[in-house]
T-cell receptor, first 113, second 109 residues
Framework: IAGITQAPTSQILAAGRRMTLRCTQD?????MYWYRQDLGLGLRLIHY???????GKGEVPDGYSVSRANTDDFPLTLASAVPSQTSVYFC????????????FGPGTRLTVL | GQNIDQPTEMTATEGAIVQINCTYQ??????LFWYQQHAGEAPTFLSY????GLEEKGRFSSFLSRSKGYSYLLLKELQMKDSASYLC??????????FGAGTTVTVRA
């Protein structure tokens, strides 16, 4: 693993199903983030974690949950997917979480039907 | 909420200069980033400004005026590979990054 990876690359999901998007980084970064990117709206922060064991809500957290059991992994779960959650999801990490640049994963394209 | 504005699209000719403006109204200010995002790819870091003035990095420069809530990204000697979206992002008082919608730059031969 080099940098930050996400899985799956893309997914089509029926409404009401549960889905977990995976994110793993090998840079030993303290902070990790989940964004969604929608046309015309830019990247919006869903949840973040400043360090292992802690998480916080971003701008659009409803319908999503996260956990940070260790430094490397930061999964995002949709408990019951809805069509409005159709989007491209990016995971990112940064060293300290403040003014450090964020490194982004390749993204997961999710379609909820 | 945070308000970050940048033009939706810009077109320029190969070898030319393009300036992408970004204005922001946020709850406090702790720095401004510019990211580049090619279609279908992840954003990648270009620059970071926290003090007023110009930061130059090769063909790319970024300027910040905190009193005016204004930044620009200057791309010089445009190349075809510079065709991408450019994202302005501001760190506010809660140390969260808020992004503008992005400016799509098309470079024509």
């Amino acid at each position: 693993i080099a940098g930050i990876t996400q899985a799956p690359t893309s997914q089509i999901l029926a409404a009401g199903r549960r889905m977990t998007l995976r994110c793993t980084q090998d840079m030993r970064h303290n902070a990790m983030y989940w964004y969604r990117q929608d046309l015309g709206l830019g990247l919006r922060l869903i949840h973040y974690s400043n360090t292992a064991g802690t998480t916080g809500k971003g701008e659009v957290p409803d319908g999503y949950s996260v956990s940070r059991a260790n430094t490397d992994d930061f999964p995002l779960t949709l408990a019951s997917a809805v069509p409005s959650q159709t989007s491209v999801y990016f995971c990112a990490s940064s060293d300290s979480g403040e003014s450090d640049e964020q490194f982004f994963g390749p993204g997961t394209r999710l379609t909820v039907l | 909420g945070q308000n970050i504005d940048q033009p939706t699209e810009m077109t320029a000719t190969e070898g030319a200069i393009v300036q992408i403006n970004c204005t922001y109204q946020t709850s406090g200010f702790n720095g401004l980033f510019w990211y580049q995002q090619h279609a279908g790819e992840a954003p990648t870091f270009l620059s970071y400004n926290v003090l007023d003035g110009l930061e130059e990095k090769g063909r790319f420069s970024s300027f910040l005026s905190r009193s005016k809530g204004y930044s620009y990204l200057l791309l010089k000697e445009l190349q075809m590979k510079d065709s991408a979206s450019y994202l302005c992002a501001v760190i506010s008082n809660d140390y969260k990054l808020s992004f503008g919608a992005g400016t799509t730059v098309t470079v024509r031969a």
